[in-house]
């Protein structure tokens, strides 16, 4: 769809791309979902300003880039806790709010959390690659040109199917947010390769702490922490993996899957983390400490 309104890039930020709800159906050819690592923070986002779930947006980490919309815009940031302004005025997170054509956005100290997302109504109109906006790093496509923002960058954007002005001051309330913390405990389902640790490793496991290394990206979380012992080597015929699993290497570090994970693994998996606990993983920082709680699964 053609537009003329766009939204341009001042200052990137550390890290920002675009990214939609994912794209499904290509992981059997090695292409993984992408998409948001807070699927929560995201789709609240996107309900705040009236957008589809799946409508394409920003994810930015650590440090939050500084934009300007060509027409006026109601736009939202959720996920991780900054300081946002607009012009002169302060304005909240997780709260819907009007940006006036021309006006910029600039975020500012980090409070909490690693990651936010930034939904602007009607979403952002990129092309779309195997169905998808969402942005694959690796790979080099989606998003815009499969590259993090730059300065200077212009993204066009739907049209506005609301009055911004109208729609602006809606909130999602604290109880409606994920609890994030800096030591989060995870529920996890244990398997399913569970035979492949000691029960001592399991102990280990369900009982310790596990700090978020910094060589922690967008397809895993690598953990630190006391060693998982294997019964055999740590390596194992490979199969499927999927956001949330536990791989733990020969070395018995583990490390839990995300958003841009890989099709298979030859690393057992000694557990899977619930999906819904996942967006709790993303808003960690390095040397934040997990742990994690088994649950059952229910009939």
């Excluded at 997780?94 to 939904?119: D, K, N, P, T």
């Excluded at 499969?146 to 309330?173: I, V, W």
């Excluded at 398997?191 to 967008?218: C, D, H, K, M």
């Excluded at 709790?280 to 229910?298: C, S």
Aim: net charge negative; charged share 15%.
């Amino acid at each position: 769809m053609a537009t003329s309104d766009m939204m341009e890039i001042l200052d990137p930020g550390f890290l920002s791309t675009v990214q939609d709800a994912g794209r499904y159906g290509w992981l059997r050819y090695g292409v993984p979902p992408s998409g948001p690592l807070d699927a929560a923070a995201f789709q609240a986002a996107n309900t705040l300003v009236g957008n589809a779930p799946d409508a394409a947006g920003l994810e930015i980490t650590w440090t939050g880039p500084a934009l300007r919309i060509t027409r006026d815009a109601l736009i939202a940031v959720c996920g991780a806790d900054f300081e946002l302004r607009v012009g002169r005025r302060p304005v909240p997170v997780w709260h819907s709010i009007v940006l006036r054509a021309g006006e910029v956005l600039r975020f500012g100290a980090r409070q909490s959390g690693a990651r936010a997302y930034i939904a602007i109504d009607g979403g952002i109109a990129l092309p779309q690659y195997l169905g998808s906006q969402a942005t694959y790093l690796p790979g080099g496509f989606g998003g815009l040109e499969g590259r993090a923002l730059h300065t200077g960058d212009h993204l066009p954007l739907h049209p506005s199917q609301l009055d911004p002005f109208a729609e602006a001051g809606k909130c999602c309330p604290p109880s409606q947010r994920p609890p994030y913390s800096s030591k989060p405990i995870l529920r996890v389902i244990l398997g399913p390769q569970v035979e492949a640790f000691t029960q001592e490793g399991i102990v280990a496991f369900l009982s310790s702490s596990y700090g978020l290394s910094a060589t922690s990206n967008r397809m895993g979380a690598r953990l630190q922490g006391p060693s998982i012992a294997h019964t055999g080597t740590g390596s194992s015929i490979s199969d499927g993996v999927i956001a949330g699993c536990i791989q733990v290497p020969p070395d018995g570090q583990p490390i839990i899957m995300l958003a841009d994970h890989q099709s298979t693994g030859g690393y057992p998996k000694i557990a899977v983390v619930l999906q819904a606990d996942l967006p709790l993983v993303a808003q960690l920082l390095p040397g934040d400490q997990v742990r994690f709680q088994i649950v059952e699964r229910t009939p």
